[in-house]
C-alpha cells in the first residue's frame, strides 16, 4: 500500500492536490506536512481533516524531517511546500533559499534515506523567464532564465530533484505549472485581490499598463494532472502543465468586473477602480505553457472550454469569503 506524504498540504495547490488523492484513492494512507505559516490554512481541508495524518513541520528542519520519515516510512512524496510570493521574494529573498532550495534538499536526503517510491517535485512556469507576443510557448526543453528570486529558487530546486535522480538513482517526476487559479488561493494574490478590492469598492492595482500576459490554469485540473504524471510519468521526466488560457491582467480584471456584475456581487462601476501603479522590478512580460507532451504521452489536457465557469466558481467562493456588502445584495442564482 503506498503511504503518501503531501508537502504544503495545507495550502491553495496543495489543498487540492490533499482532497484529490483522499477521495480518488480511499486505499492509499495519505500523510499532510505543512509548517502552517501566513499562507496555509486547515480550513481548507477541515472537511477531510480525518482521511489524513497532519504533520506540522518545517522542511527547513532537517533533523525534524529524518525523525519524521524514520518513523513514518513514506513510500512517495508529493512536494509542493514553498515560498511563491514574487513580491515577497523580492523584499526577502533569503527565506525563498532557505524553504524551496535547502528544504526541498533536506526532503531529497530524507527521501533517499528511507523511501523506495517516487518523489514527485511541483515547480512553476517562470523558471522559463519570459516569453514576447509571437514566441513561442515554453517546452520542457525551454532554457532556465529565472527572472526573480522566486523563480531563481524554484529553478535551483528542479536542477536538485533531477540530480538526485542522476546521481542517486531515485525515482522522481517534475511538473512545471502555469498560474493557477481557484478556491483556498492566499489573498495575496491576483484574481483574490481583485475581487476583494471590486467588493470594498477599493482600487484595484494593477502593475504597468496590465499588458502581462498569463496561461490561467484552474487548479482542479492541476490537481488532476499531478495526479496522473505521479502515476504514469516517466522517471527522471519534466512534464509542463498549462491552461491553455492566454489573458492580459487588464483584460482578467475587465472580465472579472463584468462577471460580478452579471453575478450580483457588484453594482456595476468595478471598472472605475482600476488603478494602475508602479510595474514590479524585473516583470515578466508572458508566460505560456506548451502541454502537449503530457497531452500525447499521458493522455492528460487542460479544459479552456470550462474557463468561464471555474472563473464563476472562484468569483462566488471569495465573494462569500470576503463578506459581501448588504447594500449590494444577494448573488443571483449559482448555476
Known sequence: MKKILITGHAGFIGSHVLRHFVYS??????????????????????????????????????EGLMRI????????????AAESHVDNSISNPLIFAETNILGTLNLLDAFRKYSTGRFHHVSTDEVYGYLHIGDPEFTETTPYDPSSP??????????????????????????NCSNNYGPNQN???????????????????????????RDWLFVGEHAQAIDVVFHTGVPGETYNVGGNMEMSNLDLVYLICDMMYERGWSNGNARKLITFVTDRP??????????????EKLRWSPYPELFRQNLLE??????????????IGRPKTKE
Open 150 to 175: 522566486y523563480s531563481a529558487s524554484k529553478a535551483a530546486s528542479d536542477h536538485f530533484v533531477r540530480a538526485y535522480h542522476r546521481t542517486y538513482g531515485i525515482d522522481v517526476t517534475i511538473t
Open 25 to 62: 484513492y480511499p486505499e492509499y494512507d495519505i500523510h499532510g506536512m505543512d509548517s502552517l505559516t501566513y499562507a496555509a490554512n486547515l480550513d481548507n481541508v477541515k472537511d477531510i481533516e480525518d482521511r489524513y495524518t497532519l504533520h506540522v513541520m518545517d522542511i527547513r528542519n532537517r
Open 314 to 327: 472562484t468569483i462566488d467562493w471569495f465573494s462569500e469569503i470576503y463578506n459581501l456588502k448588504p447594500s
Open 282 to 295: 524585473g516583470h515578466d512580460f508572458r508566460y505560456a505553457i506548451d502541454s502537449s507532451k503530457l497531452s
Open 69 to 80: 520519515f524514520e518513523r513514518e516510512q513514506f513510500t512517495d512524496v508529493i512536494h509542493l
Open 187 to 213: 489573498h495575496e494574490k491576483f484574481i483574490p485581490t481583485v475581487i476583494r478590492s471590486i467588493i470594498n469598492e477599493e482600487p484595484i492595482p494593477i502593475y504597468g499598463k496590465g499588458e502581462n500576459i
